[in-house]
């Protein structure tokens, strides 16, 4: 199928309440307008360069959300127009969003992300750690940034009960946390591989890349 019929596809299978994020990272501009063209205004990309010069080439009515892993030393780039920051994983860079959107007189939302899966390599925090930064005095004090919601990747794995347990132990780090915060909204889980499960577990917003643009070329 074509990328536009991808993305027809899915706003059409997606319940209304989940968010379409497209995964543009690798992929050229022509790619991304066809995706454009057939009515998509979120992309997702993890590199903030990559990021930065689409957002300078493409429509100003797109949104962009950084789901990549963010050094702190570049936040700056994406300040002026990103709108979601995904995969928040420290005091200390919610500090730097901060101090970026205030110089560019934005708020930038964010969501933190939680460690789910098993494998080691994954980013992220634990909940309490989550909890942590929600009650600090610090992020009390920040007034350029919100916190909307928690991020997720679960384990690659064909184990498709492993998943849907790192799905819920999300939903539940979510309502948890939830019913002390209740300015959080999000819950950005499921990809390509996994993201009927992570609907079914209550997800809002779904990161599908490959299968909407094709296999990534790293080339
Ligand atoms: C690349 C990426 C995706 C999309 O992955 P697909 O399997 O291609 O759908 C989703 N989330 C994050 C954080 C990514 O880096």
């Known amino acids: 199928m074509s990328i536009a019929e991808n993305i027809k596809k ?11 994020i497209a995964i543009s990272k690798t992929k050229p501009n022509e790619d991304l307008m066809e995706a454009y063209n057939a009515g998509q205004r979120i992309f997702g990309e993890n590199k903030i360069q990559e990021m930065t010069t689409k957002w300078e080439e493409l429509p100003e009515d797109i ?16 300040a002026p127009f990103v709108s979601l920051i995904h995969a928040v994983d420290s005091l200390k860079l919610l500090k730097e969003i901060n101090k970026r959107a205030k110089q560019n007189d934005r708020t930038i939302n964010c969501l933190l992300q939680i460690k789910i899966a098993e494998e080691d ?37 064909e184990d498709e009960e492993q998943v849907r347990a790192e799905f819920q132990r999300l939903k539940t780090v979510f309502e948890e946390l939830k019913s002390d915060f209740p300015e959080l909204e999000e819950i950005s889980m499921g990809m390509s591989g996994d993201y009927k499960i992570a ?20 080339n």
């Open 199 to 218: 609907v079914d577990c209550g997800s809002t917003m779904v990161r599908i890349g490959s299968s909407i643009f094709g296999e990534r070329n790293y």
């Open 63 to 78: 949104e962009w959300h950084m789901v990549g892993h963010v050094q702190r030393n570049k936040v700056k780039y994406m």
């Open 121 to 157: 390599s994954k980013f992220g925090i634990t909940a309490a750690e989550a909890r942590e930064i929600l009650e600090s005095e610090a992020y009390a004090n920040m007034n350029n940034v919100k916190v909307t919601g928690l991020m997720g990747m679960a384990t690659f794995t």
């Open 10 to 20: 899915y706003k059409s299978e997606l319940p209304e309440t989940v968010k379409l």
